[in-house]
């Protein structure tokens, strides 16, 4: 990099690819860290890893598009638990998800939600989302706001955000207006 006067020279080629690729890899590093199996939880235990695996690939299985487990959505949300969540929050997440698996396995009639047929998990979901959206919020803790919290990770996510959102860098004209059919899915800019 510098010549036998000690000026600066331009960088060869070959150290421009390095120093590229090197770039690169910083920007990939955080969504393979999102992705990857955790051997060890972290802050959620391992039975409530298997639930909340379980709870995310029912709220956003894989249909056309990769789902939640696809996406890290688990992983991400024990990371965010241990590295950005305050401790009344980390409690109150934490129960959210014991009352969450406790309701799940009641509405099952005593069977365990991890074990249930997808189909089943489902229904119960759907029951469990009747309890929290409607006069009885307050039966399963802040529920909405963990289910929201899953949801914005999985958009935030890189297959939540450029595969199942459409994205087009240089998006064209903007058309305030226009039928669902022309565009088929959300678009994010």
């Avoid at 960088?11 to 060890?40: C, I, V």
Wanted: charged share 20%; net charge negative.
């Amino acid at each position: 990099m510098f010549d036998m006067d000690g000026m600066i020279e331009p960088p060869s080629r070959r150290e421009m690819l390095k120093l590229l690729a090197a770039a690169g890899s910083m920007f990939a590093l955080p969504g393979l860290a999102l992705a990857a199996p955790k051997a060890d939880a972290g802050f959620f235990s391992a039975k409530e890893m298997r639930f909340l695996q379980r709870f995310s690939d029912t709220i956003i299985p894989v249909t056309d598009t990769p789902g939640a487990l696809a996406a890290g959505v688990p992983n991400g949300f024990d990371d965010l638990m241990v590295q950005w969540a305050n401790e009344q929050t980390r409690l109150s997440m934490r129960r959210t998800l014991q009352l969450m698996s406790a309701t799940l396995d009641e509405i099952l009639g005593g069977a365990s939600f991890e074990a249930a047929s997808g189909e089943r998990r489902l229904t119960a979901l759907q029951q469990l989302d009747g309890l929290a959206f409607g006069d009885q919020p307050a039966t399963v803790g802040a529920y909405r706001q963990f289910k929201s919290l899953l949801v914005r990770l999985y958009y935030a996510s890189e297959i939540g955000a450029t595969v199942e959102l459409r994205h087009d860098p240089a998006p064209g004209e903007w058309r305030a207006c226009i039928p669902f059919a022309e565009v088929g899915r959300t678009w994010v800019l």
